[in-house]
């Protein structure tokens, strides 16, 4: 029987998500639901109906996972909680500061409508949390230390998108080079926020905008802006589609620590992503979760989980035996 998907939000994001689909036999894609006029939104799947978010109701039998595809800075806080009380639900949440918060909001809704909701899915939060995770167990004694890009954030550009007289925008995150080689030779570094990334942000101003204000309000934005040093440059519609219509991204988790008894031994270990496609590759995840949510719903499992919740067997099509004989 194959998992009957929902996507709720069709840009960037929910359109990785149907390619995604495609690539894993045991799903199919039921239904995508918008806030735009359903007739006006052209998907790639044949026969799949697009439908109003607000019929998505009428769909809690047909669906087994609805994947939320809305961005983290106003739609997911609202969305999560609403539908995991109907769908086993997956978000990729990655407001970091707010997690704690929304993890409980979900839990009520997921608990009081007997589903599953996992939250926060994607490559960090995501792949890059479960290598903090595993690296922490390993080198107790140590130093973490993660790296962002050079790469187009989804959420900080939806973040600044959301100012008002802004039309359209592109930020880019970028590592300082210096400070991640430190940590590479072994140097062990105390960075602060602003030492470890700057923030780079492309804007198209509304017409009469105030280019000022948009620049102050962005490089105040709390958990977005306020702890980078943050350049922002205003440039026409034309060179923003010329120039940063990609959506590349990657980074770096590393943990440097010591073993031995008088801890004369030293360790780096390094994580690494570099991603054509930030959204695509991030939907890839959440696919394989949405699979995880199925599984253990099926099982009986209830309310609000993250990827360090669930064991890395749920997230695969192959068994147990399988796994063991080709991956173990």
């Known amino acids: 029987m194959s998992i009957r998907i929902g996507i709720l939000g069709y840009g ?40 109003q978010i607000d ?57 009081k409508g007997g589903k599953v909701g996992i939250i926060s899915v994607g490559w960090d939060p995501g792949m890059f949390s479960l290598n903090r995770l595993y690296a922490n167990a390993i080198l107790p004694e140590g130093k973490d230390y993660t790296f962002w890009g050079k790469g187009v954030s989804q959420g900080h550009s939806d973040a600044i998108r959301r100012v008002e007289g802004v039309k359209d925008a592109k930020q880019y995150t970028i590592p300082v080079e210096s400070a991640l080689e430190a940590v590479r030779n072994g140097e062990n570094p105390d960075l602060t926020t602003r030492e470890k990334h ?25 958990n977005y802006f306020s702890d980078y040093d943050t350049t922002v440059h205003f440039i026409s519609e034309e060179e923003l ?26 360790h780096l270990i390094e994580y690494s992503l570099k991603l054509d496609s930030n959204p695509e590759f ?7 979760y949405a699979r995880a949510a199925f599984r253990l719903a099926s099982e009986g499992a209830s309310g609000c989980k993250t ?18 004989k080709t991956m173990l």
């Open 12 to 51: 960037n994001l929910g359109r990785g998500v149907e390619c995604a689909i495609r690539q894993n036999s045991d799903m199919e894609l039921a239904a995508v639901f918008t806030r735009r006029d359903p007739a006006g939104v052209s998907i790639l799947t044949e026969g799949v109906p697009v439908c």
């Open 55 to 111: 019929d998505a109701a009428e769909w809690k039998d047909k669906i087994d996972v609805m994947i939320l595809c809305g961005g983290s800075a106003t739609d997911l806080p609202e969305q999560t909680p609403k539908f995991a009380e109907m769908f086993n639900v997956i978000d990729s949440f990655d407001t970091h500061a707010r997690i704690p918060e929304h993890f409980a909001n979900v839990d009520a809704a997921a608990k």
């Open 198 to 222: 700057t923030r780079e942000c492309f804007v198209v101003l509304e017409e009469g905008a105030d280019a000022e204000k948009v620049e102050e309000e962005i490089k105040t934005m709390p």
């Open 241 to 266: 589609k010329e120039k940063h219509s990609g959506i590349p991204h990657g980074g770096f988790v590393l943990r440097s620590g010591k073993t031995g008894w008088e801890k004369e031994n030293s």
């Open 282 to 288: 991030t939907s890839s995840v959440l696919v394989a």
């Open 307 to 324: 990827v360090f919740d669930i064991a890395p067997a749920y997230l695969s099509q192959k068994s147990g035996e399988e796994l063991r």
